[in-house]
């Protein structure tokens, strides 16, 4: 999967930008505030329908225009693809090989893309909710079905919240809201299930290559209706229905939902201690790292082709051995590489690399190395 190239009108600072890219490597280089992030914001937006770094579309409109075109012509081994986003103030419209899509269900797993930021650096540290959106969004480019089944399940579960709020409940309504939690939900844990057992595999050996075979790294699924390896979609879903009927008294009185995937957590070990709780910063990092590795290999036994993958600003919170071990895993994959530090330059092979040189929201030289 590659992309191929980019056209942009008034995104962020690009008034006009159109950009042909190497299959290999494509390095983005200028200093801090000049545009660098912005053309990968755009190529996420190709892949997912929004920005990564705000839900409001009205303020990636280029300041003092009306309308913004993002556009992307891609290859895959079998196909061409073109993608297109238009946003004006009040408006947003997608198209997929010159067809309006009307739901982000078309346009998920077209383009896929993993992208690797400082924050991501910080998915082992930081709080569950930060990896269950890493779990969620690797799994709808994967299986755009699941998605539906969590956009309907977090709409239930805000009704069913929403209930619980008055002051006299009608606990039949609550029966039906029940009922729909348990089947979405039965899919979603099923889902992430699998999901998780894949990503714990992967990652395990790649740690182990990143580490020189010191660190044995292993994830587990983290969830309060303790799912078994075996269990069918009809008992999870009897299982969760258990716990919220076991828990509607509590729910009535807290006035919010006590269970359900909205709590869910990965369990992340190094040499059988929890390296949240007592792995070193280099740990945590390094188990970040093998993470986000993991997603482009699962994407490719998945969907039989590597995503195309960025990396914002990763570099500079690197040192130069993990930097080199992280351009060493991912020679198969195209890349787009936001740096502000010219001496990055020196870690890439100049016949594989294309280097866009970036300054107040233009491209004022490109260095072709070759594709």
Same mark, same amino acid.
């Given at each position: 999967?590659?992309?191929?190239?980019?056209?942009?009108?008034?995104?962020?600072?690009?008034?006009?930008?159109?950009?042909?890219?190497?299959?290999?490597?494509?390095?983005?280089?200028?200093?801090?505030?000049?545009?660098?992030?912005?053309?990968?914001?755009?190529?996420?937006?190709?892949?997912?329908?929004?920005?990564?770094?705000?839900?409001?579309?009205?303020?990636?409109?280029?300041?003092?225009?009306?309308?913004?075109?993002?556009?992307?012509?891609?290859?895959?081994?079998?196909?061409?693809?073109?993608?297109? /986003?238009? *946003?004006?103030? !009040? %408006?947003?419209?997608? $198209?997929?090989?010159?067809?309006?899509?009307?739901? #982000?269900?078309?346009?998920?797993?077209?383009?896929?893309?993993?992208?690797?930021?400082?924050?991501?650096?910080?998915?082992?540290?930081?709080?569950?909710?930060?990896?269950?959106?890493?779990?969620?969004?690797?799994?709808?480019?994967?299986?755009?079905?699941?998605?539906?089944?969590?956009?309907?399940?977090?709409?239930?579960?805000?009704?069913?919240?929403?209930?619980?709020?008055?002051?006299?409940?009608?606990?039949?309504?609550?029966?039906?809201?029940?009922?729909?939690?348990?089947?979405?939900?039965?899919?979603?844990?099923?889902?992430?299930?699998?999901?998780?057992?894949?990503?714990?595999?992967?990652?395990?050996?790649?740690?182990?290559?990143?580490?020189?075979?010191?660190?044995?790294?292993?994830?587990?699924?983290?969830?309060?209706?303790?799912?078994?390896?075996?269990?069918? /979609?009809? *008992?999870?879903? !009897? %299982?969760?229905?258990? $716990?919220?009927?076991?828990?509607?008294?509590?729910? #009535?009185?807290?006035?919010?939902?006590?269970?359900?995937?909205?709590?869910?957590?990965?369990?992340?070990?190094?040499?059988?201690?929890?390296?949240?709780?007592?792995?070193?910063?280099?740990?945590?990092?390094?188990?970040?790292?093998?993470?986000?590795?993991?997603?482009?290999?699962?994407?490719?036994?998945?969907?039989?082709?590597?995503?195309?993958?960025?990396?914002?600003?990763?570099?500079?919170?690197?040192?130069?051995?993990?930097?080199?071990?992280?351009?060493?895993?991912?020679?198969?994959?195209?890349?787009?590489?936001?740096?502000?530090?010219?001496?990055?330059?020196?870690?890439?092979?100049?016949?594989?690399?294309?280097?866009?040189?970036?300054?107040?929201?233009?491209?004022?030289?490109?260095?072709?190395?070759?594709?």
């Amino acid at each position: 999967m590659r992309l191929k190239s980019l056209q942009l009108v008034n995104f962020r600072n690009y008034n006009n930008l159109h950009l042909d890219f190497n299959e290999k490597i494509n390095l983005l280089v200028g200093k801090n505030g000049q545009g660098k992030t912005n053309i990968v914001e755009s190529i996420y937006m190709l892949s997912f329908g929004k920005s990564f770094r705000t839900n409001k579309d009205k303020e990636i409109i280029k300041f003092d225009t009306e309308n913004l075109y993002v556009g992307g012509s891609y290859s895959k081994e079998y196909t061409n693809g073109l993608i297109e /986003i238009a *946003i004006s103030k !009040n %408006k947003k419209g997608i $198209k997929v090989n010159k067809i309006h899509i009307q739901k #982000i269900y078309d346009l998920l797993g077209n383009l896929n893309v993993v992208i690797f930021s400082p924050e991501d650096l910080k998915l082992v540290k930081d709080g569950p909710k930060e990896r269950r959106s890493f779990i969620d969004k690797e799994i709808s480019q994967i299986m755009p079905k699941y998605y539906n089944y969590l956009t309907n399940y977090n709409k239930v579960l805000f009704q069913r919240n929403q209930l619980l709020k008055n002051r006299d409940i009608d606990r039949a309504l609550l029966d039906v809201y029940d009922e729909s939690l348990a089947q979405y939900g039965g899919y979603i844990y099923i889902l992430r299930r699998d999901f998780i057992k894949k990503i714990s595999n992967i990652s395990k050996n790649m740690h182990k290559n990143l580490t020189n075979g010191i660190e044995e790294l292993v994830i587990t699924y983290k969830n309060q209706i303790n799912i078994c390896e075996d269990d069918t /979609i009809e *008992i999870v879903q !009897n %299982k969760f229905l258990d $716990k919220l009927k076991l828990s509607r008294n509590h729910d #009535i009185e807290t006035r919010t939902t006590r269970y359900g995937l909205h709590k869910d957590d990965l369990n992340i070990f190094i040499n059988g201690l929890d390296v949240r709780l007592y792995g070193s910063q280099g740990q945590q990092r390094t188990a970040s790292i093998s993470l986000k590795l993991s997603e482009i290999e699962l994407i490719k036994n998945e969907v039989g082709e590597y995503p195309i993958l960025i990396l914002d600003d990763v570099f500079s919170e690197l040192d130069e051995i993990r930097q080199k071990l992280l351009v060493e895993n991912l020679s198969v994959v195209q890349m787009f590489i936001t740096t502000a530090e010219v001496s990055h330059k020196s870690i890439f092979e100049k016949s594989n690399t294309t280097i866009f040189n970036i300054e107040q929201g233009r491209v004022i030289n490109i260095e072709n190395g070759g594709n």
